[in-house]
C-alpha cells in the first residue's frame, strides 16, 4: 500500500513496525477486553520533506477529549513550567500589554507564571473535564480544538494577535499538522513568536523506540521541523534544546524575515547531516537496535522461566505495553503488572491483558523477578523496592542492555 507524506505528499517508506496496537493509554474492565480496538502502528519516513510519521491513527475525539493527566500533578513538571515561561517573558520581552496563548494547555500549570507577570493568557485544551479546572484557577481556558474558527474568534475578542504562541508537545500529536501550523500564523502576532516544545528524534536513534505511540503521531529532527514550516510560509530563526529533558527541542518559529536566524539553527542542521538524518538508512538501524535487545532479553527471560521462576511487570506505563509488545513477551512469561496509580488498579492492561495489582500485594506474593518497564527510572524504582530486594528480590532492567540486578 502506498503512503502519502502528512506534510508535502510525497511517497513515504516504512521504517519500523509495532504491526497491530490498542491505544497504550486505556486500560481495561475486564468485560471489556473483548471489544478493544486495534491500529497499526507503522513509522514511515518521507525522503522529500524527512519527517518521519504514522499512517494510522487513533481518532483524537477517542484520545484527548477525557484527560486523566494533569500536568500541574507533577512538581517537575510545575518547575519546569515555571523557568519556561520566566525566561520566555524575559527573551521575548513580553509585557502587560502582551496576549500568550497556550495550544494544548492542560490545566494551569504552566500559564499561571505568565499570569503572576501580569501577561494576559489564554488556554485552549481540547479536554473538557481539564479546561473547567482550569477556569475555576482564573486561567481562561477554551475547552475545544484549535481551528481556525477558534483563532478568528481569538482575535476578534481580544482585539489582537498573540504576541506569544506556546504549545508543548502538539506538534507531535496533531495529524493534521500543516492546517495547524496555518491556523498558528494566523494567530500570530506580525512581530512576535510561538514557540513548540516537543521529544528530539535523536532518542529513536538510542534505543527509545517504547516512545512511539499512537498519540505521537510525528517525530521530527531540525530538518524535519524546518521543512513543516516552510510548508506554510513559517520561518524557524531559533532552536535550544531543553535542559530538564535533553531529548526535547525547543523551536522559536515567526513570520519570514522578521528575525535573524540564530547560529544554532545551522549548527543543528549540518550535525543531522552529517549523521545522515535525512537518508531512509539511519532510519531503518532503528530495528537492527531493537531486535538485538529483544534477543538477549529472550534469552533471560526463557532461563529464569525454565528454573520454573516468576515474574512480574513494575508499573503499567505506556512505554511498557510497547516494549512487550515489540518483544513478544506476553502473558506465558509475566504474572501481573503492579503500579502505584489507584486509576489503573484492578484493571487489565491494553493488548497483553495482565491484571494492575496494588504494590501491597508485595507483602504477600513472593514473585522471584520484577521487570522494570520505566528502565530509564529504573535506579529510583529500585531504591523504593528496597524492602522486596533485601527479603528474596531480583530486578530485570530490560533496555538498553538487558541485565539482572540482584
Ligand atoms: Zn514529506
Not at 128 to 141: D, H, Q, R
Request: a neutral charge; proline letters at 4%; charged letters at 20%.
Amino acid at each position: 500500500m502506498n503512503y502519502k507524506c502528512r506534510n508535502c505528499s510525497h511517497e513515504i517508506i516504512p521504517f519500523f513496525s509495532l504491526w497491530d496496537m490498542p491505544s497504550v493509554n486505556l486500560f481495561l474492565k475486564k468485560e471489556d477486553i473483548s471489544r478493544e480496538k486495534k491500529y497499526d502502528l507503522t513509522v514511515w519516513f518521507c525522503p522529500n520533506c524527512y519527517i518521519a510519521q504514522l499512517t494510522e491513527t487513533i481518532p483524537p475525539q477517542d484520545l484527548f477529549v477525557e484527560y486523566t493527566y494533569l500536568s500541574s500533578m507533577s512538581t517537575t513538571m510545575l518547575k519546569h513550567a515555571e523557568d519556561v515561561s520566566n525566561y520566555l517573558a524575559e527573551k521575548l520581552k513580553l509585557n502587560q500589554n502582551s496576549l500568550v496563548v497556550e495550544l494544548a494547555s492542560n490545566d494551569w500549570y504552566l500559564l499561571q507564571y505568565f499570569q503572576k507577570l501580569w501577561i494576559k493568557v489564554l488556554g485552549i485544551d481540547p479536554a473538557k473535564n481539564i479546561a473547567k479546572i482550569a477556569n475555576e484557577k482564573w486561567i481562561e481556558t477554551i475547552a475545544d480544538f484549535f481551528s481556525l474558527n477558534l483563532a478568528k474568534n481569538i482575535y476578534e475578542n481580544n482585539w489582537k494577535k498573540a504576541d506569544l504562541i506556546y504549545g508543548a508537545n502538539v506538534l507531535a500529536h496533531v495529524p493534521w499538522i500543516v492546517d495547524f501550523l496555518s491556523w498558528v500564523k494566523f494567530l500570530l502576532n506580525d512581530k512576535w513568536t510561538a514557540v513548540f516544545e516537543f521529544p528530539y528524534i535523536d532518542w529513536l536513534f538510542e534505543w527509545k523506540f517504547d516512545t512511539i505511540y499512537h498519540e505521537h503521531v510525528f517525530y521530527y529532527s531540525a530538518l524535519a521541523i524546518k521543512s513543516l514550516c516552510k510548508t506554510v510560509w513559517l520561518e524557524l530563526y531559533n532552536i535550544e534544546t531543553n535542559e530538564m529533558q535533553w531529548w526535547s527541542l525547543f523551536i522559536y518559529v515567526s513570520h519570514p524575515w522578521v528575525f535573524k536566524i540564530s547560529d544554532n539553527v545551522k549548527n543543528i542542521i549540518n550535525k543531522e547531516l552529517s549523521l545522515w538524518y535525512d537518508q531512509i538508512e539511519t532510519y531503518v538501524k532503528i530495528k537492527e537496535k531493537a531486535d538485538s535487545i529483544n534477543n538477549k532479553l529472550k534469552k533471560i527471560l526463557d532461563w529464569i522461566k525454565n528454573e520454573w521462576k516468576r515474574i512480574v511487570w513494575y508499573w503499567a506505563a505506556a512505554k511498557g505495553t510497547i516494549l512487550l509488545n515489540y518483544f513478544w513477551v506476553w502473558n506465558n512469561y509475566i504474572d501481573y503488572i503492579i503500579d502505584k496509580a489507584p486509576t489503573k488498579q484492578w484493571l487489565y492492561s491494553p493488548w497483553v491483558h495482565l491484571k494492575v495489582e496494588a504494590p501491597e500485594i508485595l507483602n504477600t506474593d513472593q514473585p522471584d523477578y520484577i521487570l522494570i518497564l520505566p528502565w530509564n527510572i529504573s535506579n529510583e524504582i529500585i531504591k523504593q523496592l528496597n524492602d522486596y530486594r533485601q527479603k528474596w528480590g531480583k530486578f530485570i532492567v530490560p533496555v538498553p542492555n538487558p541485565l539482572i540486578i540482584s
